[in-house]
């Protein structure tokens, strides 16, 4: 049977056969990425599982978002994070050596393998021909710990891309039209995988901005195939040995296909405050523009900042406009610094920011309030800037330099010609791997004490549902509504997210800052709570700590019109019961402090019914649906995936 690459991926690690869309099957995994932010989490739940040694390998822990030392509690996360992976055979790579996302595409990704990342744009990796997912930092850990990963089986899009791209014209403007023609929900459920002629004049950090930004669709990942293309990047990087040719069987079947035309394209730009809401930029041009940020997490190769210098060399960037440019690793810093790069950005009045996630994720370079910012990042929800009335608008390279040139929002194709890029010093892979510590030997790993400051607390153990629910409403929110809402971004917000009790004073405070003291004073007085969400509920980051802070805090069960994947499974895996409103009126009708009776909750989980009604002391019965797999299921019924897996409910693979 002729089979995509998707396909191949997912039978190549365990989930062959005939798989309906949804349906779980549990996968055996390569590699896992761990980056800080998500990171500290993830390993306090590997140490509750009680595991000697992370199985998988490599396991690359990097620290590249809580890099903002405001007090002591980054810095004594990040020696938690260095003797963890000394204790238990993870790889480290330290603050200013490189983004993960980035980092991991250039030394580890490769061919044919399956990427797990505590981090939703893990998809990165997808640029090199592998099946690469975000997940919750608990997923991460029971995979690290050998007991695989359960995915739902995706529904696979062909992606047939034809043409080259024109001038001015970039891989940026190829995921706007994506997320054009798919806003942030149209993905979900689905795997993109490209195809076609097209996919030849793409290079790998060109195929890698597609897949990072491919999960603001919704979409558990992207994949490119192996290629010509993709063995020269591995030659590059002196990983020969890494090369496999990986492509769809001619005839592969696809559960949906579309196409796009290159040639057709032209400059895009994502406008406040969402990565779904892109137009062509001529329809915004001319708006000001009083920061210009380039690189961090994606658009951050060599390549990209090589257009931006080509862009401004011999001229300065306008008065107005605050420009700063993040390169994507320590080894595209060493590139741009031995060739021309470095020197044009800095002579054209560049701030140059180190390798880290910085800015992207509201470390640093937070905007003017109402005043428009345009970056090259993947994502503008509201606040994640660090700036609560931030109006965040995401744009390519070219369209970036053309606006940080101008002082407004400039379609760059007004500039007239493009510029030849400056030639690229090989890079240099060693000024990384130099870096990153490789995991002791196993009987020296065993000595190695855990180092704990009093900021590092172990989350909450959920327990089984009840058997029949009596609740209060908590809280009543809209659709699109991110984790970024729950579990905020930021130097003071991250800084407690090894803390679920700090986190959770946090949760839904742009909305309602009364949230957290109303949950805490009904949960004290014994009564569970519920949020009611709109469609697309957690949005965004895989961050857990928007599923724990609310389990802290006695909710127990979530009831929304629609769920993000990452986030829902993580509800699921956290103890709390994700509903699905069964009429979108009946979200319209529900009010704060609404008491709910679901009767039969627990035995509706274990049974595998799908049908629950909510009792409401005032006005007409809701209908709600409970649609989970027989191993979300399971995982409910024993009070969690961590007290499931150490309960030796989860066999190892």
């Known amino acids: 049977m002729a089979e995509s690459v998707t396909r191949m991926l997912l039978a190549g690690h365990g989930g062959g056969g005939p798989l309906a869309h949804g349906e779980d099957v549990t996968l055996d995994v390569d590699q896992v990425l761990i980056e800080d932010a998500t990171g500290s989490m993830a390993c306090m739940q590997f140490e509750a599982l009680g595991a000697e040694r992370v199985v998988v390998d490599p396991t690359v822990l990097y620290v590249d978002h809580n890099v903002l030392q405001i007090d002591d509690r980054n810095m004594a996360e990040h020696h938690y994070l260095r003797s963890f992976c000394r204790r238990f055979g993870v790889r480290y790579s330290p603050a200013g050596n490189g983004i993960s996302h980035y980092l991991h595409l250039e030394r580890f990704a490769r061919p044919g393998g399956l990427l797990v990342g505590a981090d939703s744009h ?15 930092g608990l997923e ?27 001038d001015w014209v970039e891989a940026k403007d190829v995921i706007l039209e994506l997320l054009r023609r798919h806003g942030v929900r149209g993905g979900t459920g689905a795997v993109f995988e490209f195809t076609g002629e097209g996919v030849a004049t793409l290079s790998v950090t060109q195929r890698a901005t597609i897949c990072n930004m491919i999960t603001e669709t919704g979409a558990t990942g992207a994949v490119f195939p192996a290629d010509e293309r993709t063995r020269e990047w591995l030659a590059a990087q002196g990983r020969d040995q890494d090369w496999t040719a990986l492509t769809a069987d001619h005839g592969a079947t696809y559960d949906d296909e579309e196409h796009i035309d290159l040639v057709a394209l032209e400059p895009l730009i994502a406008v406040p405050q969402s990565p779904g809401d892109v137009v062509p930029v001529r329809e915004v041009a001319g708006t000001p523009v009083v920061q210009v940020c380039v690189g961090s997490s994606v658009n951050s ?72 910012s345009v970056r090259t990042f993947n994502r503008n929800f509201p606040g994640r800037s660090g700036t609560a009335e931030d109006r965040v608008y995401l744009c390519s390279p070219s369209t970036a330099a053309a606006t940080a040139l101008t002082g407004h929002i400039t379609d760059p194709r007004d500039l007239g010609a493009f510029p030849p890029l400056p030639a690229a010093p090989g890079p240099d892979p060693a000024v990384v791997d130099g870096l990153i510590t490789e995991p002791l030997p196993a009987v020296e790993a065993r000595r190695v004490e855990i180092v704990r400051g009093p900021s590092l607390v172990p989350p909450p153990l959920p327990e089984p549902p009840p058997a029949e629910l009596d609740g209060r409403v908590v809280i009543v929110v809209g659709d699109d509504v991110s984790t970024g809402d729950m579990a905020p971004d930021g130097a003071i917000g991250m800084s407690v997210w090894s803390d679920i009790e700090a986190c959770s004073h946090y949760l839904f405070r742009r909305f309602d800052p009364d949230f957290h003291d109303r949950a805490r004073e009904w949960a004290g007085q014994g009564t569970p709570g519920i949020i009611v969400g709109g469609d697309n509920y957690g949005q965004g980051s895989s961050r857990e700590h928007a599923a724990m802070a609310p389990l802290h805090l006695g909710i127990m069960v979530v009831a929304a019109a629609g769920f993000a994947r990452i986030h829902r499974r993580n509800l699921v895996v956290q103890g709390i019961v994700p509903l699905l409103l069964a009429a979108d009126a009946d979200r319209e009708r529900v009010s704060v402090g609404d008491r709910w009776h679901i009767a039969g909750l627990a035995d509706a989980v274990r049974s595998g019914a799908e049908e629950l009604t909510a009792e409401v002391d005032r006005g007409e019965p809701i ?31």
């Open 301 to 372: 190769s060599y390549e990209d900042l090589a257009t931006v210098a080509a862009v401004l060399a011999g001229r300065t960037v306008h008065p107005d406009v605050a420009l700063t440019v993040t390169p994507g690793s320590r080894q595209i810093l060493d590139t741009i610094v031995r060739g021309d790069v470095y020197r044009d950005l800095a002579t054209a009045g560049a701030r140059m920011l180190e390798p880290v996630c910085g800015p992207c994720i509201g470390i640093g370079q937070a905007p003017t309030r109402g005043q428009a």
């Open 122 to 136: 893990s998809t990165t990796a997808g640029a090199l021909g592998m099946l690469a997912v975000g997940a919750g």
């Open 140 to 166: 991460v850990a029971v995979a690290m710990a050998g007991h695989g990963f359960d995915l739902a089986s995706p529904r696979v899009v062909r992606v047939e891309l034809t043409g080259t791209l024109p």
């Open 623 to 653: 209908a709600l649906r409970l649609l989970l797999s027989r191993g979300e299921r399971d995982v409910l019924a024993a009070g969690g995936l961590l007290r499931r897996t150490r309960e030796g409910d989860r066999p190892p693979r």
